[in-house]
DNA sequence: AAATATATTTAGATAAGACTAAAAATGTAT
DNA sequence: ATACATTTTTAGTCTTATCTAAATATATTT
């Protein structure tokens, strides 16, 4: 249906949308992918023209209806591995991604659908991401604002609740997103502030940022 | 390490190779791979510069030891692969040999001695055929076809010789499936088919599926 | 608003793998 | 041994996905 790379790059987009309410730049898929903004441009237009994303000359993408379930599906199929290689194989959930980067590619609805009874349809994957179910729809995951842990709790990001651009900047500028683990260090009683450390790093954010941002406790 | 091309190649070289005693020809290479002779000749080269085959202009190829060892392995992932399918996802044995040869594609070598190990290290995969071990030699089964069997022998079914889809599924029917005890009661002098008889069903079958069947004696 | 910086796209090249058509080698028959 | 047929190789083209370098559009600064 279609190939290895398009496969790649659908997803890519896909988790990109997530951080960004325009549509998403060239060179963050390039980033994101390991290669060079050229390669990219030649592969959006590729994908527009199969209306899997819409895509507008120096205006960045957005993955359309169809591009989405695809992804959606990619995405299944990737956790949905995981959580074998995991629980049947054995193995760590820290060797697991690039095998599944391999597997999620086999072409076959039927192999998923019995791979998913076989695993008795879980949910969540072994980092505790969700796995989509066929339809694209993926379930529901509880996360806590990062302003309602107590001092000394940590999670690691998994969204945030405002999507403005102005929001996402100041995130950026701060180190902060998907995935990155965060540690409420200490709180002022004044006005709510939060002292948090992001990787190795100490910041100072305000109240009304940390009841914008998700979080998964662990 | 290799292509997806190059390894299916290998495979197509390996099998070949069992039946000519001689190089294996460029147009046999090119049936099997259901490609054009040119294609190939484009591939031998490539092989041959990888020290994967011995190959000399208009004579045919054979694989070189390293050639043997890297085939053996492909067909050690798919065989393994065709048991996970069958025995843990319920797969009928007609229906893997496709998922099977994208499978056997998939790189990792921790990956195939867990699934080794998961399945409880078979020695034959779902059609009877051996599955080589990790330094690529073949278990060795004492079968007989069923063709061979005088009237009032039996013999439990092991594997297939041809494991086309239309006769598997034809054996599908007739209720013939791997450990199904099969005793031979009559045989026909005019056409030498045979009057056997499965569980306790009674069949008349002709030669050519006698001659694909085989039993391990008892 | 002009100048500069950054982001994106275009143009042209490369590599893998396949193809067609033509040329060359090998095999077979008279 | 010559002529014909078949097999194999070569030469040149195509597609996919990548790259570099140059051109162009957008964004930011002064």
Redesign the interface.
Known sequence: MFSDSEENYLKAIFHLERFSKEGVSTNAIAEQMHTKASSVTDMLKKLAEKKLVNYVKYQGVTLTNEGKKTAAKIIRKHRLWEVF?VE????SWD?VH??AE??EH???D??IE??DR?LDFPKFDPHGDPIPSNDGTFPERDKVLLSDLSIGESGVCVGVKDTSSSFLKFLDKNGIALGKKIKVIDQEEFDNSLHIQVGKELFTISHIIASNLYLKSN
């Open positions: 290689l049947k194989l054995d193995f060797e690039e095998i391999q597997l086999i072409e076959s039927v192999l019995k791979l076989h």
